[in-house]
């Protein structure tokens, strides 16, 4: 048996990347997984499929964070079709990076709108339900940057630090409900979102790692699937970061 079998996740975002390895972390360990997206379904579908061959199940569920009724559809359907949410992973997130004096309006709203407000959407349409249980467990992917900052990413290091802030605020409300409330901090992770970089800003990032590697998208579901398991039941408002020693 499995250490989330029976249990429901909803994973924003959760076709490519970092989510599509969430995705299957949890279904590896007997989860029903809700696979939201809003761009390639194709690929979502996919995600489900894999999810299936690892014991879980899964449905892929359209929906776009930065939108609160849309948000509310991708909790209402998890509900719908495996009967409860036991877990939310806010993890989409967005890059739109540029130095401050070139960043423009629409390139800092955007950001802020998916990473931030999107997560914030997604935990005010789950709240009542879990609150209602007395139980449930919420993750918010987060970054190192935003614990460190990073020059030309004012942009995304301001919303994972919001994201954090709002991850140790949340956890002191819905405490006494039996709910947790935890961020996961990466670092420099392999994903077709870093791939793209420069070889020499990779080699930068290298140096600042003790373990002398960069991490996976597996090592981040890992830490993701503990976190909602019942061995982590207390833990809230803490930041786990998966870095490698990078701070």
């Known amino acids: ?16 990347g970092i989510g599509k390895e969430i995705c299957l972390g949890f279904g590896a360990e007997g989860a029903n997984v809700v696979v939201n997206w809003i761009f390639n379904e194709e690929a979502a579908l996919e995600v489900c499929e894999l999810v299936k061959n690892l014991g879980g199940n899964a449905e ?6 930065t939108s609160l009724v849309e948000s509310k559809n991708i909790i209402d359907k998890g509900i719908e079709v495996f009967g409860a949410v ?18 423009s309006e629409e390139e800092f709203d955007s950001v802020i709108n998916v990473n931030l407000k999107g997560t914030w959407n997604m935990c005010k349409n789950v709240t009542r339900h879990m609150m209602k249980r007395r139980q449930g467990s919420i993750i918010n992917i987060a970054s190192v940057v935003g614990i460190m900052g990073n020059a030309g990413q004012a942009n995304y290091v301001a919303s994972k630090a919001g994201i954090i802030g709002m991850t140790k605020s949340l956890a002191k409300e819905f405490g006494a409900r039996g ?9 420099f992770i392999e994903t077709k979102m870093t791939e793209v970089l420069p070889e020499e800003v990779r080699l930068n990032y290298m140096k600042q790692i003790p373990l002398n590697r960069f991490g996976s998208a597996k090592d981040v579901a890992n830490a993701c699937v503990f976190l909602a398991s019942d061995n982590a039941s207390y833990i809230t408002g803490q930041v786990i970061s998966v870095n490698g020693g990078m701070i």
């Open 1 to 16: 048996m499995g250490l989330l079998n029976g249990k429901t996740v909803v994973v924003t975002g959760g076709n490519t």
């Open 179 to 187: 709910v947790t409330v935890n961020a996961v901090a990466p670092g």
């Open 86 to 103: 036991d877990v939310l992973i806010n993890n989409s997130g967005i890059t739109r990076d540029n130095l401050m004096m070139r960043m």
């Open 60 to 65: 892929a569920v359209y929906g776009d964070v």
